[in-house]
């Protein structure tokens, strides 16, 4: 089993849409929890941390559920401007060095 | 405010060529650093890693080498380049302590003929 694993997609969903993006992890241990989006041939930018109680950024919701040990990400109201490849970021704390794993992405196209 | 930089932004290179691509980090001190491959279509793959200057840790065996020889500066080399080492190239700094996110530089694409 993958450490990190995440639907590729593409999600192909109209302007205006809601969408959820689901990523699940393997370790147990992990500590912290984040989504990046990956613009085409472009570097990931953060795009939020993931808290254990749930967290909002504008049209960005990110949850974290440490029983079922998966994080998702909810878009409200796309844009076409949130195309894009959305990661997700797994984090261990390990001898003070933090062993991050990035999953493989999954992929949003939306359409006007 | 934090910066990075990583330079050059595309690279074209022989076959059997060497390799050497920068990454410097300003404004902020004892950073981790990182040295990530992209190739197309795929996830991130991590090279290396660095806690502190003259620390690296690899983890993929390769024909690569990082080496830090100041705090903020992080560099990525090869002897002899492969046509397996096309890729996107991108370096990454954070802080240390827990929770801490990565931050990316704009990436390096090199190209192998």
């Known amino acids: 089993r993958k450490e990190v694993e995440q639907d590729p997609g593409p999600f192909n969903v109209p302007e205006g849409a809601t969408v959820a993006f689901n990523c699940t992890y393997s370790n147990s241990a992990s500590q912290s929890f984040f989504w990046y989006r990956q613009d085409c041939r472009k570097e990931p930018k953060l795009l939020m941390s993931?808290?254990?109680s749930g967290n909002e950024d504008g049209r960005f919701t990110a949850q974290l559920n440490r029983a079922s040990q998966y994080i998702s990400l909810l878009i409200r109201d796309s844009k076409l401007s949130d195309s894009a490849t959305y990661l997700c970021v797994v984090n261990q704390v390990d001898g003070g060095y933090q062993k991050v794993t990035f999953g493989t992405g999954t992929k949003l196209q939306v359409i006007p | 405010s934090q910066t990075i930089h990583q330079w050059p932004a595309t690279l074209v290179q022989p076959v059997g060529s060497p390799l050497s691509l920068e990454c410097t980090v300003e404004?902020?001190?004892?950073?981790?650093l990182y040295w990530y491959r992209q190739a197309a279509g795929r996830g991130l793959q991590l090279l290396f890693y660095?806690?502190?200057?003259?620390?690296i840790s690899s983890e993929v065996p390769q024909n690569l080498s990082a080496s830090r020889p100041q705090d903020r500066q992080f560099i990525l080399s090869s002897k002899k380049l492969l046509l397996s080492d096309s890729g996107f190239y991108l370096c990454?700094?954070?802080?240390?302590?827990?929770?801490?996110?990565?931050?990316f530089g704009d990436g390096t694409r090199l190209s192998i003929l």
């Open positions: 990454a700094w954070s802080r240390t302590g827990r929770s801490q996110p990565q931050h």
């Open positions: 404004g902020t001190s004892n950073p981790n």
């Open positions: 993931v808290y254990s």
């Open positions: 660095s806690v502190g200057i003259g620390q």
